[in-house]
């Protein structure tokens, strides 16, 4: 499921009901999923992803995955599957988590 892209609904960080938006699934945990946000206001983090094929993954505007904006959730909050990112995006997220995501 890595790299799909879905419309949810995207849970805020203080629990509050949370605001519809596109999200990328980074692991299947089965009944639920780890997500992060996915949004068209460009930053230049360490953790922030530029999708460079962001069209071929159902996004209407450039837009980059924030790996520092993390959810679990219930697969009940994704309203639809939007797409999936390119292998070069996909890439990118992945070299990008296990450059800077050590325990």
């Known amino acids: ?3 799909k ?3 949810c609904e995207f ?3 203080s ?3 949370g605001k519809v938006r596109p999200a990328l699934v980074l692991f299947d945990l089965q009944m639920d999923a780890l997500i992060c946000r996915v949004t068209s206001v460009v930053r230049s983090g360490p953790l922030d992803v530029a999708l460079l094929d962001w069209q071929s993954a159902g996004l209407l505007r450039p837009s980059v995955a924030r790996l520092d904006r ?3 959730a219930e ?3 994704f ?3 939007l797409g ?3 292998v070069r995006d996909r890439d990118a997220v992945r070299d990008r988590w296990n450059q800077e995501m050590r325990l």
């Open 1 to 3: 499921m890595f790299g």
């Open 5 to 7: 892209v879905f419309l």
């Open 11 to 13: 849970p805020l960080t």
């Open 15 to 17: 629990g509050a009901a």
């Open 70 to 72: 993390l959810v679990t």
């Open 75 to 77: 697969r009940t909050v």
């Open 79 to 81: 309203r639809r599957r």
């Open 84 to 86: 999936l990112l390119s």
